[in-house]
């Protein structure tokens, strides 16, 4: 029912910014949590940042202090917003929904940190 899409991703090197969107067709962020995961090759996905209706937030302890989670609810997008990037955070980035009736997943943005 719902769809979203990655976008932003891209090849960046030590240091640099990248900034990730979320985007859907409907009015969808104010009813769910939204999280970005992150899967690397030879890694289980892992849950990078997530924020509520009430727009508190959490980050994994890798990324603290570099990436915002956001969202603009009138826009229907959600945002990461990943600074002094290292190379281990080159992954596929995913956008994901919770909902009790079933999560929501895009298809994901690759993101390469490399000099």
């Known amino acids: 029912q719902v769809q979203l899409v990655e976008s932003g991703g891209g090849l960046v090197q030590p240091g640099g910014s990248l900034r990730l969107s979320c985007a859907t067709s409907?009015?969808?962020?104010?009813?769910?949590?939204m999280g970005w995961y992150r899967q690397a090759p030879g890694k289980q996905r892992e849950l990078v940042a997530a924020?509520?209706?009430?727009?508190?937030?959490n980050y994994a302890d890798s990324v603290k202090g570099r990436f915002t989670i956001s969202k603009d609810n009138a826009k229907n997008t959600g945002y990461l917003q990943m600074n002094s990037l290292k190379p281990e955070d080159t992954a596929v980035y995913y956008c994901?929904?919770?909902?009790?009736?079933?999560?929501?997943w895009g298809q994901g943005t690759q993101v390469t940190v490399s000099s």
């Open positions: 994901n929904l919770q909902r009790s009736r079933g999560d929501v």
């Open positions: 409907r009015s969808i962020f104010r009813s769910y949590t």
């Open positions: 924020i509520t209706t009430s727009s508190s937030t």
